[in-house]
């Protein structure tokens, strides 16, 4: 049901391995480096912040940032920012909303929006947003769930189910949304409680032209000029809700050189993958991906030049696919790069040599092999995975599947159809937001052709898919043939445990029923590759927990982690490249680009021009580490003072999946103060701002 | 050397296997349907023209349009226009010439340009016309090359042998350039003969806003209203050419139903390539090329957004490459039908049991089996690909196999440097066209990354290649460090047969010496597999001739053919789709785009509207088999007027690279009338005007 993250990496991307765990890897510098990691809130880095920066977190301050912190289930991480239920985020975040939010007549994502009253915020169709509120090791229950003589698939089952029940015992005693965790690639599982937001309302947005001011050219670019924010409010029992933990917004500008810390959900980083994973994603998974991303990127282009309508309802998926082509482009890169991988063979091959002369540790080293072999049956796999993630055809399946899970105890079934995830799944399922059946057919059209050239013309699969029609015009017949757009009819066919479902002859529903005996299969041996991964990464923990210390953060994993870093220029082909950016820069910016689009602002920024104080912060760089799912997160100062919103990386840190690497790779966020001012001053957001100074 | 080809298909992409012949193939109606053919002009269907049109062409009628009609050697067709040198074709085959000749002060291919005098005629710096003069049936010479008991690699080296020797037998005796080609995938060996035009110079191009109105939205798009039409003049001895045969212009308009004929040069079909060969071309190769194409256009969009003069310099390349998916994702999409290929497959079927009842034929079997296993072997060849091909990269892999190819006899080089070919190699290798170091090295960055996810990323010969750099390092190294810009450097080093490269230390040169072993090692092994289908597919033709007559034509070969059909609407979704388009209906088109690029008449249409005749028939659609490589073809009258210029297919013809069907598909035409009335009233070109009435 979940669509595409709007993050610069699809944090939720539900096929992902999350696996290693990181340490100053590169090899090239000593072990950790000055601001590296992603931290957890219930084990920072207090030592080593107290070393680097004389700061030690309090666990009040801890406590404060994590509650103040907001994690968009959509893909992207936020704040609360007043006692009044005000939720700050993206623009590129926010962006999902309001593309659902908007018609042919408003075009919300384009053009902005300022609620002027409460009366006036735009009720979101189908967003969650989630306050951490504790967190529990459940290692030890976890791990006892599995014995050594359990197969692969066996040990995936009960790891499972153990994780459902305990996730159904904490949801049934707290009442919170609970997430058991797996850390350091199957080290260590934590249990996550959460509140849960679902009524959640727009409030402020500025135009598209200036929060994403340079467009795709200039993303992941810097210096830049975005004022990449916007505005919701959380609502309970229909009123704003109540917030004890929130931001108060710094009253100063950012000084050079100065701490900052990031609150966000980090979505994965492979910064220990041992080198035959690395070398997988390079060669196999990487260049596949982007091959699949190019595509639909030119897709999405044909079906957008056809009409203004047309683009406006592919805008946002195009955006997403661009980011991400982008991001992987990246990494990819980095991955080619001879001299990175080299250094990563010669860590792997110390830290064996060392394992080697450790009785103890010596038959860990099988892990390595193991992981490998993993990687080449990942390979194989590859090709013959089926994907038709359109919005209508994942209702389908997520109804058809529904339905038979839900014949098997919570703690058995696939994991996203437990009972404590439930209630996010039927807001996914029955969301009312908009779908347009003329991009989902061509979307179908093309994920049919793609399935073809992957499982080859021949495949009898394939052949009972298309029925004897080709890809486009099969998808012509499926989509225009399908009620699964009308959320009644959802509603209708997923009451009394989907009986309907039998004789139901929706040519969706009938696809997904053809389909979901060989996507099982294909998810079992998945399931059961993840998991001896996780047994064998557990493995290669230990022997580096052994061999060099425990105190490390884990791999990312779309939870909440504190980073934290200064503010700092950089240096890019022998110039200096300042820490950041001025409100005044962008109308330079602008003219140097001859105010051609995608450099040009909006009509409000010319119109209230001598309104804004030119020498105000617009965009900063900060060396904290982050990565996608990132985008969103509060930067705060020691003070925990609001200074800016984190939106980008710069081109430098894409490889950051891998690797941290300060010496060019920086953080990009929107400062404080630039959002301030615009509502001030261009926006006329005075509501607004009164409640940010309450 | 040679640099992309601007027609719909890559017509002369070195690489591709030419093979198969044509029939009436789909098998859903008689062998050969009524319009069909790519027709030999030494073997007219005379019979079946004047059966089916009532029309008998005379010897003089054929010899008078086979040398009206003119070959582009970049890629696409042409004919004489008047008897003072004149060419007409389109804007699209000759913007690679319009684009050479640009610079950031003059962009000929945006603006248009219109010489008021002969001495305004601007030189292209390396086109070579081509027209042809005499065909020869050398067929037994040839075959009798090649025995039974040499193994494909020693007959491919005999084959080409033996072609060497007869091209340069022909040269020497007559002159003209002397091409061996070999038709129905290896049946059949014709000597064509050529008079070659190497000094050709611009008149009149429309500006590129009404030569491809509709742009890339609407390529391949009917109804239409595009100007793709330019004229380029023929020299020698710095005076215009005399030209005996010309066409003269039609002075009415064309009729709903009126038989027409196109005289151009096809570039590639494979109608009767086997259902073995279409699956590959289907599962591996079409799938392969594709991810290349959509690749290079987001590269290149990627590289053009970043500022206008970038957009100018990748604007002819980015063309390319789109009109490339777009034809290909066509074809794939045909291929993709289970309908189409569940019809060939008992075409297959039928033939082969009817051999199998004929004790001569039963072991003509065989071919079958031969082309399936080569299939096979072709799928295994392709990701060891080695592909660099950058202007500058060919020119150092061109001196390099130039310098070792030139101590051999010409009979026993590689094809493209026997002697017969020197001069057109040349023109090529020594063209004085701008290369833009920027955009060589974005493309040569790209193609070391294919390179590593092709082979991946522990290939040795890799990393020789990249020398410990990634691949946009080890680019921006190779392409700044080069020399091979410089048109004279390249002399220097083609001089004294090629003894200053052993020494030679530009970075590209020992790059190209490098790759040039294992590079050649896989040449080898495709001719020897192109070897092998030519002798496979001769028995298959001898098959088909023996059981079904041998009234057909071959598979195109980017060498001159006859076409013919008539002026035809068609339907549409339930529509009828008109005949033809008016020149007032662009102004109603661009309406109805509310003036949006690409839908924006640039502003010489608006200043002269009122001049222009709006009856005047703009394109026209019309039965004519033709494919890519047609693109500037003449079309004419049964009288040998010029009525229109072939410039596009309709979106539903893509897939006639492997069947003919005139349901649907239609040859589209710019009309002869609308370039007159273009010239005069818009243009003010009646020095060209006076020029077609003489």
Redesign the interface.
């Known amino acids: 049901m979940k669509r595409t993250a709007r993050m610069w990496v699809r944090a939720m991307a539900t096929t992902v391995v999350v696996f290693g765990f990181g340490f100053g890897v590169t090899g090239l510098r000593p072990a950790l480096l000055a601001d590296e990691g992603m931290w957890l809130f219930n084990d920072l880095p207090t030592d080593h912040l107290q070393t680097k920066h004389g700061f030690t977190p309090t666990p009040a301050w801890a406590e404060h940032l994590m509650k103040a912190s907001v994690r968009f289930n959509s893909g992207g991480s936020a704040s609360f920012i007043s006692s009044t239920g005000l939720v700050l985020t993206n623009h590129h975040v926010g962006a999902d909303t309001l593309y659902k939010i908007s018609t042919p007549e408003h075009n919300y994502y384009r053009d902005g929006f300022c609620a002027p009253t409460y009366a006036d915020e735009i009720k979101a169709p189908d967003l969650e947003l989630n306050q951490l509120m504790s967190i529990e090791d459940v290692t030890s229950r976890v791990k006892a769930a599995v014995t050594a003589t359990m197969s692969p698939g066996e040990a995936a089952v009960a790891r499972r189910a153990v994780m459902a029940e305990i996730e159904k015992e904490s949801q049934d005693s707290t009442g919170f949304r609970s997430d058991v965790v797996t850390l350091y690639g199957g080290g260590r599982y934590h249990l996550y409680r959460y509140k849960k937001y679902t009524d959640v309302r727009l409030v402020w947005a500025p135009e598209a032209d200036i929060a994403f001011f340079g467009?795709?050219?200039d993303n992941f670019e810097y210096p830049r000029y975005d004022l990449d924010a916007c505005i919701f409010r959380v609502y309970e029992d229909d009123r704003p809700a109540q917030i004890e933990h929130f931001l108060k917004w710094s009253e100063r500008g950012l000084q050079d050189g100065e701490l900052v810390f990031v609150s966000g959900n980090p979505g994965r980083t492979s910064r220990l993958a041992t080198v035959a994973a690395l070398?997988y994603q390079?060669?196999v998974r990487l260049?596949y991906l982007?091959?699949f991303i190019?595509?639909r990127?030119?897709l999405l282009q044909?079906f957008s030049?056809?009409s203004p309508e047309n683009e406006r309802r592919a805008h946002d998926d195009l955006f997403g696919v661009q980011n991400s082509?982008k991001v992987r482009t990246g990494m990819?890169?980095g991955?080619?790069?001879?001299?990175f991988?080299a250094a990563k063979e010669a860590a792997e091959q110390k830290l064996l040599d060392t394992i080697a002369q450790d009785p103890q540790l010596r038959g860990h080293a099988q892990a390595w092999e193991t992981i490998a072999r993993l990687q080449q049956r990942q390979a194989e796999l590859i090709p013959q995975g089926i994907s038709l993630n359109t919005t209508l055809f994942q209702v389908a399946q997520t109804l058809v599947r529904m339905a038979i899970e839900d014949q098997k105890p919570s703690a058995q079934r696939l994991r996203e159809y437990r009972d404590s995830a439930r209630e996010s799944l039927l807001q996914q399922l029955f969301s009312p937001a908009p779908v347009y059946k003329d991009l989902e057919q061509v979307i179908l059209g093309d994920l049919l052709?793609f399935l073809?050239?992957q499982r080859?013309?021949?495949d009898p699969l394939l052949?009972q898919i298309?029925a004897?029609?080709?890809?486009?015009?099969r998808a012509a017949e499926l989509v225009q043939g399908t009620r699964l757009d009308d959320v009644q009819f959802r509603r209708d066919l997923a009451a009394n445990g989907g009986t309907l479902l039998e004789s139901c002859d929706d040519p969706l529903i009938q696809l997904a029923q053809l389909i979901d005996p060989e996507s099982r299969r294909l998810r079992e041996e998945q399931d059961a590759i993840e998991e001896e991964e996780r047994q064998a990464y557990a493995q290669i923990a230990e022997a580096v927990f052994a061999t060099q210390g425990t105190s490390t953060y884990p791999d990312a994993t779309f939870t909440l982690r504190l980073a934290f870093g200064v503010v700092k220029g950089y240096e890019q082909d022998g110039q200096p490249i300042p820490p950041w950016t001025t409100l005044g820069g962008v109308f330079d910016y602008e003219q140097l680009h001859a105010a051609t689009p995608p450099w040009k602002l909006p009509a409000s920024w010319h119109r209230h021009r001598d309104r804004l104080d030119p020498e105000t912060q617009f965009n900063f760089v900060c060396t904290a580490d982050i990565i996608g799912g990132n985008s969103g997160s509060p930067v705060v100062n020691r003070e925990l003072e609001l200074v800016g919103v984190i939106f980008d990386g710069n081109i430098q840190s894409l490889p950051s999946d891998y690797r941290y690497d300060d010496r060019q790779d920086r953080a990009v966020s929107v400062s404080a103060q630039a959002i301030r001012e615009a509502l001030q001053k261009i926006y006329g957001a005075d509501r607004i701002v009164a409640e940010l100074d309450q």
Do not use: F, T, W, Y
Not at 335 to 339: A, E, G
Not at 468 to 473: L, M
């Open positions: 467009g795709d050219a070398k390079r060669d260049p982007l091959n190019r595509r990127e030119i044909q030049q056809r082509r990819l890169q991955l080619q790069d001879p001299q991988m052709a073809a050239e080859g013309g021949d052949q298309l004897g029609k080709s890809p486009r015009a």
